[in-house]
């Protein structure tokens, strides 16, 4: 059973950085990507940024350039540093695990809000 466990959110001023840490276990041998998710209040939950098994990335619009994320598979926790922080960037914060044939799991998400 896969087991996905965020943290390190928290309140954050404008321009500040923080970074996400999802503690992973239980992955399928099919697994094939994480990601990053958000959620903002009234809004549909988007892909932030995603890695791949062989470590290729794909990152947002909005964060290219802002935002990093890596894996660590010796820790089984995948990464999400955030820099230059935005008010826009205000939202729950979601772990994701796909696998090849499509079948996803989710954190219970870590809040994330900047704010001065």
């Known amino acids: 059973q896969v087991q996905l466990v965020e943290s390190g959110g928290g309140l954050v001023q404008p321009g500040g950085s923080l970074t996400l840490s999802c503690a992973f276990s239980g992955l399928s041998v099919t697994s094939y990507a994480m990601a990053w998710y958000r959620q903002a209040p009234g809004k549909e939950r988007e892909l932030v940024a995603r890695i791949r098994t062989d470590s290729s990335t794909y990152y947002a619009d909005s964060v290219k350039g802002r935002f990093t994320i890596s894996r660590d598979k010796a820790k089984s926790t995948v990464y999400l540093q955030m820099n230059s922080l935005k008010p826009e960037d205000t939202a729950v914060y979601y772990c994701?695990?796909?696998?090849?044939?499509?079948?996803?799991?989710w954190g219970r998400g870590t809040q994330v809000t900047v704010s001065s």
């Open positions: 994701n695990d796909r696998t090849a044939g499509g079948r996803d799991s």
